[in-house]
């Protein structure tokens, strides 16, 4: 009996003897707590009376707190009015393929833009690199407004855009408004995302493996498809589920480019937007938990198949630590007109939206020069509507620069938490490859980017209601909490990327030499896959920095961060203040993205090879 | 026997501890009964509701002082979607100066702020001191009747309320409107709201330039639109017809009634489903040759005459504002003016209402713009807009009863409209 005790000791011993197995457990434990908390609310919600305005709703004496089976049968089989079809089914599909699209164009443009910046000679890249990823530092949304501003004519009564006042040409009201440039604006912003993921990857990749192949006379298609593709295969699959996921629940750019009438044929409402409708109103709060339910299980079919993927794959180990060489694919004659064709598209899609939101905040009316002013940016008296003298120009407002400043400080500590965490799980899951618990912690370190902001924030607001966590309410510490577990995703997902890119042996060597386990992550392992590992530190950074829904429950006022700032702004009416700020935001990004490049040597661009 | 000892013991015990507990809270209930003090919200907000402004004041000027004392960092919440209430503060500090610096504006937007309200009613933890909100329907199932949100109605000879704006306390009364820039197309471009279903009429012509924002965003235009089966709407809308086509109206089989007939011809009929209702009007400058009749508050004129340049604010024409239309000219809503059962200054919280609600408050917050209206009725609109007595004849009304019973099939409805 005692030996056997002892012996299932050893082995517990043995077990947590292990890093990968120590940080499996930490993070099972801490993800169980942090994630499956919001999930179970986000389930209970769709099976229950979520106050007394949906007891009302449903009818039959029911009250707040019953169980119900009613959001389920309502949104997915009712034919009152076509409701599920019209409400969920219709949506549903359409937004569906439109995340596909979305995936599509991200998925080619990033990628091509990645393989000719990191495997071919092509001029101007700094240039190219550096600017390609500005449409995903911008919101969303910006890419849709863009997309308006430039496209809209008066033949379809929108006033006269860029395209029109510069060329005369009116396209049709299909490609302004409704589902193609939906999935347009989602598939440009989320490019960079894939230029970033895929271009790590190829930048890494051991350039033998593609030599070899050319030796073997195969064809430059046949390597494609054979050697390079299955290579970056693990960061495709990982780009389509985060742009999928992305897309599919965007709310702003369905909600921006639905101008078009009933009768157009371009009138489309995404499930997002249908979602918002029903999870703002007191009575059908339950069918939009039942709609995330729904996008949540998109996610997770793509997230099962990722894994099988990641899982299966044996040996596409591309980091042997044998070989840094890379040899350059040459584009010969191609390759002056290659770099002009793609410094336009790039400079147009990353540059013009900088642009308009320059017009935007300098124009009392937009696009009218004749209501030209700087008030927006410098005036110290208050503007129409304001009181207290907070919503003076941006450059001179204090409260504006205390919320960058914390604003900073939170997408600093959130970059910092998430990155870290997501290095680690991308080490304890490319160590347990195959196990279950390093499958389990892969899949649920993905679930907060599945669950909507609102209700993931929702559920920390109850949280901090609770007693024994009132201390939270309101904090600095509940939004770092928040942020670094929702932006997790980003950096663990990176973080496997990379890591499973390492030779074993690499790792093995020095623990051969007795290298302790924090050495090895800090000298060894992460210097070699620094700009991967960077990429998962800076991208939560810039998606802390622009957000706003998942915060704007948890801020304790409207001043807290410059984006609740900026919706204020907004809300109030002062679109001018608010483009300003965003370019604001932009412009600050960018320089810490510059200030990080010089201190490190790497950034998200650099990462990629520009 | 040594046993029965025991349990007798026991027994004594317990008969004793128990009539020592019962003498305690006896003794504690005179207490509470003899006392002239009141402790709780609620009982507060009733003492303040006999004070005169004077004694009110000197209650809260002794609360604010009190719990700035128990603890220097204690401020007012006042948690509100509009920054009128941001104006108000500001004046109110003005007019007490102990109140200085101690006021706190936060800005909520409605369906970001309910989940906030939710909670706290949930844990019955303080969120604000003074909250004002405009989902009636929110209001009266979630709060009032879960008795989170308390109603304090200020009296004296400044103070006149109609009925049916007192209990929950309403505040502030808006409007939405169809509004257009006549320059070009007249002052009477829209006479009949049936033109805007797009058909003809006998001597009208139906319309086909509607600007509306969509109620699946919009909570107050999902309202509008239910409002439109109402009674009340369908009553309105059975008169316009007659006059708009010239003959009865005839039930179509396949609407409940004609109000779901309007709803989904003027649904198909809307050109433009625009995002935000201020800067559409701001652009109604650009507007002239079309005449686009946008759908938003009069309230947001107050954007578009902040524009540096733009035309007089004549060259716009509005439903019910400076142009008769048949039929309903818009939306009437409301926000309330409330206090959280678990507020920590409820004296001040009634002084701040009566404020609000006073002539020097309105006018701080909202005063000289039109589309604003008092629930106080002594406090008249500015000059060209009209009394709300009016409005309340030419628009449809928020009854949140209505809404209620009729969410359910109407939103329905709207969804498979808008689906199309």
Redesign the interface.
């Known amino acids: 009996m005692k030996t056997k005790t002892k012996s299932s000791g050893n082995r517990i011993k043995a077990y947590f003897s292990k890093p990968a197995n120590v940080i499996s457990v930490i993070f099972i434990v801490i993800l169980f707590a942090a994630v499956i908390l919001p999930l179970f609310t986000l389930l209970l919600g769709s099976v229950t009376i979520n106050?007394?305005?949906e007891?009302?709703?449903v009818?039959g004496g029911a009250k707040n707190g019953d169980f119900t089976s009613h959001h389920w049968w309502e949104l997915l089989f009712?034919k009152?009015?076509?409701?599920a079809?019209?409400?969920f089914w219709?949506?549903l599909g359409q937004s569906a393929l439109m995340a596909l699209y979305a995936c599509a164009i991200a998925v080619i443009f990033g990628g091509v833009v990645a393989w000719f910046i990191t495997r071919s000679d092509l001029p101007f890249k700094k240039f190219i690199s550096t600017v390609f990823v500005f449409p995903y530092i911008m919101p969303s949304w910006a890419m849709a407004m863009f997309w308006e501003n430039f496209f809209k004519n008066t033949q379809i009564?929108?006033?006269m855009g860029i395209l029109q006042s510069v060329t005369g040409i009116c396209v049709p009201e299909s490609m302004v408004y409704g589902f193609a440039p939906c999935a347009w604006a989602l598939g440009l912003h989320y490019a960079p995302f894939a230029y970033i993921l895929i271009g790590g990857i190829l930048r890494n990749m051991d350039a033998n493996l593609e030599e070899a192949a050319t030796v073997l006379k195969a064809s430059r298609f046949k390597i494609l498809r054979k050697v390079t593709l299955p290579i970056v295969m693990p960061a495709l699959i990982s780009t389509v589920l985060l742009v999928f996921s992305s897309s599919i629940s965007s709310f702003t750019v369905p909600?921006?480019l639905?101008?078009?009438?009933?009768?157009s044929g371009n009138?489309f409402?995404s499930i997002s937007?249908?979602m918002?409708?029903l999870v703002?109103?007191?009575?059908?709060k339950g069918q939009g938990y039942v709609v995330a339910i729904v996008l949540m299980l998109f996610s997770i079919i793509i997230l099962t198949l990722n894994s099988k993927v990641t899982g299966k794959r044996k040996s596409f180990t591309t980091v042997t630590g044998k070989s840094g060489q890379v040899s350059l694919v040459k584009l010969g004659k191609a390759r002056v007109i290659v770099a002009i064709v793609l410094v336009i598209i790039v400079a147009f899609f990353a540059i013009m939206p900088l642009v308009s939101f320059a017009t935007e905040s300098l124009c009392?009316?937009?696009g009218?020069w004749?209501?030209f002013?700087l008030k927006y940016w410098i005036s110290d008296e208050p503007?129409?509507?304001?009181?207290?003298g907070d919503t003076i120009g941006i450059l001179r407002s204090t409260i504006l620069w205390k919320a960058l400043g914390r604003s900073v400080l939170l997408s600093i500590c959130v970059a910092f938490a998430a990155g870290t965490f997501g290095l680690l799980i991308g080490y304890a899951v490319a160590k347990k490859r195959g196990s279950k618990l390093a499958g389990m912690v892969s899949n649920i370190a993905f679930f907060p980017y599945l669950i909507p902001s609102?209700s993931f924030g929702?559920v920390y607001?109850?949280l901090?209601?609770?007693?024994g966590f009132?201390w939270l309410d309101g904090s600095f510490f509940l939004l770092l909490m928040v942020g670094a577990i929702k932006f997790m995703p980003f950096a663990s997902r990176t973080g496997t990327s990379a890591m499973l890119q390492l030779s074993g042996e690499i790792e093995e060597a020095a623990v051969i030499m007795g290298i302790p386990w924090w050495k090895r992550m800090t000298k060894v392992l992460f210097p070699i896959q620094k700009s991967s590992f960077m990429s998962g530190y800076l991208l939560p950074f810039i998606s802390c920095m622009r957000e706003m829904s998942l915060f704007?429950?948890l801020a304790a006022?409207?001043t807290t961060l410059v984006t609740t700032v900026l919706?204020?702004y907004s809300?109030?009416?002062l679109?001018q203040a608010s483009n300003a700020i965003n370019l604001l935001i932009i412009i600050f990004v960018l320089v810490i993205q510059f200030a990080v490049n010089k201190l490190t040597g790497a950034s998200i661009d650099k990462g990629v090879g520009g | 026997m040594k046993n029965t000892k025991k349990v007798l013991a026991l027994v004594l015990a317990f008969i004793m501890v128990f009539s020592l507990a019962a003498c305690g809270g006896k003794s504690n209930n005179q207490n509470n009964s003899s006392s002239a003090e009141p402790t709780t919200v609620a009982e507060k907000i009733a003492a303040a509701q006999k004070m005169s402004e004077a004694e009110l004041e000197a209650a809260a000027k002794a609360e604010m002082e009190a719990a700035v004392a128990a603890d220097a960092k204690t401020v007012f919440n006042a948690d509100s979607l509009t920054?009128g209430v941001?104006?108000v503060?500001?004046a109110f500090e003005k007019k007490y100066p102990w109140a200085e610096g101690k006021i706190?504006?936060?800005?909520r937007?409605g369906?970001?702020y309910?989940?906030?309200l939710?909670?706290?009613a949930?844990?019955d933890?303080y969120v604000a001191d003074f909250v004002m909100i405009q989902?009636a329907?929110?209001l009266k199932?979630?709060m009032l009747?879960?008795g989170f949100l308390l109603s304090y109605t200020p009296s004296g000879d400044g103070f006149k309320f109609n009925e049916g704006t007192t209990n929950p306390q309403v505040g502030v009364t808006f409007n939405k409107v169809f509004l257009w820039n006549n320059t070009k197309v007249g002052k009477d471009q829209l006479k009949n709201v049936w033109q805007l279903t797009g058909a003809d009429g006998v001597s009208l012509k139906g319309l086909h330039?509607a600007s509306v924002q969509?109620?699946?965003?919009e909570?107050i235009n999902?309202n509008f639109f239910i409002m439109m089966t109402s009674p009340d709407a369908v009553k309105r809308l059975t008169a316009a017809y007659k006059s708009y086509f010239g003959k009865d109206y005839v039930a179509d089989p396949n609407y409940k009634n004609i109000g779901y007939q309007f709803l989904a011809e003027f649904?198909?009929?809307?050109?433009?489903?625009?995002?935000?209702d201020?800067?559409e009007v701001?652009?109604l400058?650009?507007y002239a040759d079309?005449g686009r009749i946008v759908f938003a508050g009069l309230a947001?004129l107050?954007?578009y005459?902040?524009?540096?340049?733009k035309p007089s604010v004549a060259d716009l024409s509005g439903a019910g504002w400076n142009a008769d239309v048949e039929g309903f000219s818009g939306f009437v809503y409301n926000m309330w003016t409330l206090i959280p059962k678990t507020a920590k200054l409820p004296y001040t919280s009634c002084l701040f209402i009566r404020y609000l609600l006073s002539e020097e408050g309105f006018k701080a917050g909202w005063g000289g713009q039109y589309g604003y209206y008092s629930a106080n009725v002594n406090i008249k609109p500015i000059d060209g807009d009209q009394p709300l007595d009016n409005w309340h004849k030419t628009c449809l009304v928020e009854d949140v009863d209505y809404i209620?019973?009729a969410?359910?099939?109407a939103?329905?409805?709207i969804?498979?409209?808008?689906?199309?």
Not at chain 1, 280 to 284: A, I, L, P, V
Not at chain 2, 267 to 276: C, E, F, L, R, V
Not at chain 2, 305 to 309: N, Q, R
């Open positions: 106050g007394n305005q007891a009302m709703y009818g009712s009152e009015y076509d409701y079809k019209k409400a219709q949506p009564n929108a006033g909600f921006f639905n101008k078009s009438s009933i009768t009138n409402i937007v249908q918002r409708s703002n109103s007191g009575f059908t009392e009316i937009s009218d004749s209501t002013s503007f129409e509507g304001s009181a207290k609102m929702a607001l109850a901090s209601y609770t007693k009132t704007v429950l006022s409207y919706q204020e809300r109030t009416g679109n | 920054s941001k104006k503060a500001a706190v504006y936060n800005s937007k369906s970001e309910q989940p906030v939710d909670a706290a949930k844990a933890q989902d329907a929110f199932f979630n009747d879960a330039n969509s109620p699946l965003g909570d999902m649904a198909k009929n809307i050109q433009y489903w625009h995002k935000s201020t800067s701001k652009a400058v650009n079309d947001k107050k954007d005459m902040g524009l540096e340049s209620g019973s969410y359910s099939d939103q329905r409805f969804k498979q409209q808008l689906g199309q």
